[in-house]
């Protein structure tokens, strides 16, 4: 959604590298092309205003004026302002010290008010709380179906004692004050942990709608009140929030369809004006685009600074820790990459969501926008495709696959011939360099890295890849300049010549006797000493 805003950004900052010195005029152009970059995102105009006068306040001041690299230090200021517009700190949910908590969502109708109670209960319930939902939206054409279906997706129970209505020709039945009421007994009586209440919304803000909403949390005593809002509705955001936050008084804010196109002002907007936080964000349909909205976290995403805790923290939730320690075992064991294992690893990745959005959140993202916007995430499944045509032995031992092996494959996973080829010729490349790395030979071909040099590799300076005759320019050992690890050297090398005049031999055995199991090599290795 902050694409555009991102982009214009970027390249503002880019115009003050390189400056040793700021001028004035430096910093009023740079104001102004964030002033027109944060207008065109549909931010509100006030909190433009105030945001622009604090950043030309603190770049025209010694902070940047008496810094070693001044472009860098006015990307500092512009970040701080972002992650306080935000809503400065990472707010979470606070729980009633005697259960159970009771959430209440309010907003308007299409905000994905619905939608989100699933997300929602999903979440707490993955974190080890037991939620039940209660549905209150009685006016909205099935808008209990609707969350019973969310509930049921998201393995949590629906209290729905009323069916709603199934058209807009039908007249509501039940009341909604009496069904919160009754919701909220009833996880008392089962036992829930946390009651999330779904209330109706309307098509604009009016009277009856508040009233509804301000009677249903006085009747239950909500401990949170979370105002659901679209992103992509623009500067009218601001005039919602404002009314809720009089008709309700919420004590959060929840952005939906943040994965949509539009310029997304509204998220840095509405925290500013109503002084409430974002506590989470919606990026899509699936029950996991879902997550708690960091301020900071967002305006580096924002600046085009990546997210690496996020990504780290999805990957501790969705990877599979044994399935990780095996892949560590079999690396540290110099074992053979295989297909199947290449199979397991990428069906690791897909659970942590789109792969998409995954490389959006690393640093430098915006300089690749155009291929990530081309890259389609079924690729994916028609690799996997690929794999799963295979038989499992072609999957262990790839170098079997001749061309009516590969034929066959790609009947069997409707693609093209080429396309086995190229993921064999791809995946072949990737096991050398994964057995190179686990040798402790480094990334093949990288200069200054161990291995980049080698005589004999591809890539290896000077030597063309060609190997060297046989005992001639061989090199000793350079000294470390390490001191402790240099008196290790010597000491190795002073056992090995003491063991050399012992028998001749730099094992300190005759040939016959040699042993390799005596050496605890990793397994496998002892192909390279027959």
Known sequence: MFNSLSDRLTATFKNLRGKGKLTEADIDGTAREIRRALLDADVAVPVVREFIARIKARALGSEVSQALNPGQQVVKIVNEELVGILGGQTRTLEFAKQPPTIIMLAGLQGAGKTTLAGKLAAHLKNQGHTPVLVACDLQRPNAVKQLQVGGERAGVPVYAPHPGVSSEAEVPTGNPVTVA?????????????????????????DQELMTQAADIKAAVGAHETLFVIDAMIGQDAVNTAQAFNEGVDFTGVVLTKLDGDARGGAALSVASVTGKPVMYASTGEGLKDFEVFHPDRMARRILDMGDILSLIEQAEANWDRAEAEKMAKKFADQEDFTLEDFRA??????????????????????????????????QLDRVEAIINSMTPHERNAPK????????????????????????????????????????????????????????????????????KAKGKGKKQKGKSGNPAKAAQQAREAELQRSQKRMDGSSFGAGKNDFNPEELNLPSGFEKYLK
């Open 181 to 205: 009421r009754d919701g909220v007994a009833h996880a008392k009586e089962k036992l829930h942990d946390v009651v999330i209440i779904d209330t109706a919304g309307r098509l604009g803000v």
């Open 400 to 467: 079997i696959i001749n061309g009516s092996r590969r034929a066959r494959i790609a009947k069997g996973s409707g693609v093209h011939v080429s396309e086995v080829n190229q993921l064999l010729e791809r995946f072949g490349q990737a096991a050398k360099m994964m057995k190179k790395m686990a040798s402790g030979g480094g990334m093949p071909g990288m200069p200054g890295m161990p291995g980049g040099a080698m005589p004999g590799m591809p890539g290896a300076g000077g030597h063309g890849g060609k190997k």
């Open 345 to 378: 690893q990428m069906q690791q990745i897909k659970k942590m969501g789109s792969m998409k959005k995954l490389l959006g959140m690393m640093p430098g993202a915006a300089g690749m926008r155009q291929q990530l916007e081309q890259f389609d995430d079924s």
